[in-house]
């Protein structure tokens, strides 16, 4: 059963990959780039994503800057994530930065704006940065962002490093030698 359980799970991830691929071949990837949180102004709707159990390192907040023209996507269930809606740059910031620190190992916050193709400024990224002691690095996470008929299509997952030792620990774990 337990097989059987992990192999629908990774179909799953499979078919999900197949189709953000499908999804990602007529978009273009777009940049970031970093600043200080002092600098950001209007109203957002802010997405918070992760923070799904006590260890998770996989969190992220995203300013999305309403009435632009963009809106922003997750390309993951709805259960991963929340979205606050009209919200003054101030307090976006302010929920953000509380978002993102809630881990224990926790050090910084970076903070960047997402740029669209012309270099105009359509939202923001506030991610953490964490303990290398803890984690071998500071940055723990691979963000993408896509851009397909005004909708910006976010991905995100921890670094390929990462998720491997994640992968391998969970297998240790199951496996009864632990």
Same mark, same amino acid.
């Given at each position: 059963m337990i097989k059987l359980t992990k192999r629908l799970i990774n179909?799953?991830?499979?078919?999900?990959?197949?189709?953000?691929?499908? &999804?990602c071949a007529t978009t273009k990837r777009l940049k970031t780039e970093e600043i200080r949180? *002092?600098?950001?102004?209007?109203?957002?709707?802010?997405?918070?994503?992760? &923070?799904?159990?006590?260890?998770?390192?996989?969190?992220? &907040?995203?300013? *999305?800057?309403?009435? *632009?023209?963009?809106?922003f996507e997750v390309f993951a269930p709805h259960f991963d994530y929340t979205? #606050?809606?009209?919200?003054?740059?101030?307090? &976006?910031?302010k929920i953000a930065q509380g978002f993102i620190s809630f881990h224990g190992s926790f050090k910084y916050s970076q903070v960047s704006r997402i740029k669209d193709y012309n270099g105009k400024t359509i939202g923001y990224e506030f991610r953490p940065l964490y303990s290398p002691a803890e984690f071998g690095l500071f940055d723990a996470l691979d963000i993408d962002y896509w851009l397909k008929d005004g909708v910006v299509i976010v991905k995100i997952d921890l670094i390929p490093?990462? #998720?491997?030792?994640?992968?391998?620990?969970?297998?240790? *774990?199951?496996?009864?030698?632990h």
């Open positions: 179909l799953v991830i499979i078919i999900s990959f197949l189709m953000l691929l499908n &999804a949180a *002092d600098t950001i102004s209007g109203n957002f709707s802010v997405i918070l994503y992760g &923070a799904r159990f006590s260890g998770d390192i996989e969190n992220v &907040a995203i300013l *999305d800057i309403e009435g *632009d023209g963009y809106k979205v #606050k809606s009209n919200i003054p740059a101030e307090e &976006a910031v490093e990462l #998720k491997h030792r994640r992968f391998f620990n969970e297998l240790n *774990d199951s496996d009864g030698s």
